[in-house]
């Protein structure tokens, strides 16, 4: 039986140390169909070089990364991000991305749900933007343990709370394995999520855990059931990529190609 990789995605921070242009390429040649691309490596190639490398590898581009980290102290700030936000909106219209995803960022102070009032207040600022240019916008919800520096928003059932407001067709979510497997409520959150779902991200969650940024595991070296929660997604409608996301510098320090070698046959197995 052939492999089945039409549906895998690179999200390029698996192999961070190549560049936008080495990632693509890579794609090509390991028949990796599409590509999630981090926002400091699109500015490093430029976004005009970026979609023509793109297109001409014949890929497509499962997410850009990422949009959000709304609050800051002062007014003037919090325009700035903004205004960030509205360039990565066309960032993403240029790419032809399948949706923006959006790290809503931490609180300034210790009033946390001010600051999820105040995600709230910025996405519903951004939102007509992304409708006029036809970009989807994925909250993604992270994992409790890094509520104090970088997001505010820690479940899926808080995410979806917010895009409830908007179209599905706008306003989704981010699923990431590593963010919500431990969640009481994941399954019911997931089923609730039926057509916001705009991107799906995986990697596994290794025991003892190394760190809470840099401790993503390849999957399968971890506890999360990967097949149950895809199972779960497709049954909400999701039939988009599969991005795999890892942040490791065991994996970083891999040669990429080793790195996209091991990614296929853990997706094989695993996912």
Same mark, same amino acid.
């Given at each position: 039986?052939?492999?089945?990789?039409? $549906?895998?995605?690179?999200?390029? %921070?698996?192999?961070?140390?190549?560049?936008?242009?080495?990632?693509?390429?890579?794609?090509?040649?390991?028949?990796? &169909?599409?590509?999630?691309?981090?926002?400091?490596?699109?500015?490093?190639? @430029?976004? *005009?070089?970026?979609?023509?490398?793109?297109?001409?590898?014949?890929? $497509?581009?499962?997410?850009?990364?990422?949009?959000?980290? #709304?609050?800051?102290?002062?007014?003037?700030?919090?325009?700035?991000?903004?205004? =960030?936000?509205? /360039?990565?909106?066309?960032?993403?219209?240029?790419?032809?991305?399948?949706?923006?995803?959006?790290?809503?960022?931490?609180? #300034?102070?210790?009033?946390?749900?001010? *600051?999820?009032?105040?995600?709230?207040?910025?996405?519903?600022?951004?939102?007509?933007?992304?409708?006029?240019?036809?970009?989807?916008? @994925?909250?993604? &919800?992270?994992?409790?343990?890094?509520?104090? =520096?970088?997001?505010?928003?820690?479940?899926?059932?808080?995410?979806?709370?917010?895009?409830? /407001?908007?179209?599905?067709?706008?306003?989704?979510?981010?699923?990431?394995?590593?963010?919500?497997?431990?969640?009481?409520?994941?399954? &019911?959150?997931? *089923?609730?999520?039926?057509?916001?779902?705009?991107?799906?991200?995986?990697?596994?969650?290794?025991?003892?855990? &190394?760190?809470?940024?840099?401790?993503?595991?390849?999957?399968?070296?971890?506890?999360?059931?990967?097949? $149950? %929660? /895809?199972?779960?997604?497709?049954?909400?409608?999701?039939?988009?990529?599969?991005?795999?996301?890892?942040?490791?510098?065991?994996?970083?320090?891999?040669?990429?190609?080793?790195?996209? $070698?091991?990614?296929?046959?853990?997706?094989?197995?695993?996912?």
């Amino acid at each position: 039986m052939t492999a089945d990789f039409s $549906r895998l995605s690179l999200n390029q %921070i698996t192999t961070q140390r190549w560049s936008l242009r080495q990632a693509i390429e890579g794609c090509a040649r390991h028949g990796i &169909p599409a590509i999630g691309i981090w926002r400091d490596k699109l500015q490093e190639a @430029g976004l *005009a070089p970026a979609a023509r490398w793109v297109r001409e590898a014949g890929l $497509r581009v499962s997410t850009l990364c990422r949009g959000g980290w #709304f609050l800051a102290p002062t007014p003037a700030e919090r325009q700035a991000r903004l205004d =960030d936000n509205r /360039r990565a909106i066309d960032e993403a219209a240029e790419l032809n991305a399948d949706a923006l995803v959006l790290v809503c960022g931490p609180g #300034f102070d210790r009033d946390i749900q001010k *600051a999820r009032a105040m995600i709230e207040e910025a996405i519903a600022a951004i939102a007509p933007y992304a409708r006029e240019r036809r970009v989807k916008l @994925g909250i993604e &919800p992270l994992h409790p343990m890094v509520a104090a =520096d970088r997001s505010a928003v820690v479940t899926l059932a808080q995410a979806l709370n917010m895009a409830q /407001r908007y179209d599905a067709d706008l306003v989704g979510v981010t699923v990431d394995t590593f963010n919500i497997w431990w969640d009481p409520e994941l399954y &019911p959150q997931i *089923a609730r999520a039926a057509g916001r779902i705009h991107s799906y991200q995986v990697s596994d969650w290794p025991v003892p855990l &190394p760190d809470t940024f840099m401790g993503r595991a390849m999957m399968g070296d971890g506890v999360i059931e990967l097949r $149950r %929660i /895809r199972s779960a997604v497709e049954g909400a409608g999701y039939t988009g990529y599969i991005e795999v996301e890892i942040m490791n510098r065991a994996i970083w320090d891999l040669p990429g190609e080793e790195a996209l $070698r091991l990614m296929k046959e853990r997706y094989l197995a695993h996912v």
